[in-house]
């Protein structure tokens, strides 16, 4: 399935800063960066856990935001993009 992870973590100060670079390092290690906040993910229901739970870990729920999308691989399901992107095939390895 594909997973959409998108995040706002507060960096007034520099524990903020800290968390910012964790959630993200958490959801590189996972899938690929689409915008600055927002990740793909090409995961199954326990890898997708895995990583919510890892991310909840990190960010302080008290000034951050995180919002997990999970979209199945049905017919009818449409992403359209305009702008520079370069894509990352999920069927080849994420790490060389």
């Known amino acids: 399935m594909l997973v959409l992870v998108c995040y706002d ?3 007034e100060d520099r524990a903020g800063r800290r ?3 964790r959630v993200a390092k958490a959801c590189e290690s ?3 960066r689409v ?3 927002v990740f793909e993910c090409r995961v199954d229901l326990a890898k997708m856990e ?3 739970r890892r991310l909840l870990e990190i960010i302080d729920l008290e000034h951050d935001c995180l ?3 999970r979209m199945a691989d049905a ?3 449409e992403v359209r993009e305009h702008g520079r992107f370069k894509a990352v095939d999920f069927d ?3 790490v060389l």
Do not use: A, I, M
């Open 35 to 37: 915008q600055k906040s």
């Open 92 to 94: 080849d390895p994420l």
């Open 9 to 11: 973590v507060n960096t």
């Open 19 to 21: 968390r910012l670079r």
């Open 50 to 52: 895995q990583l919510e």
């Open 75 to 77: 017919k009818g399901f």
């Open 67 to 69: 919002r997990l999308y």
């Open 30 to 32: 996972t899938g690929q």
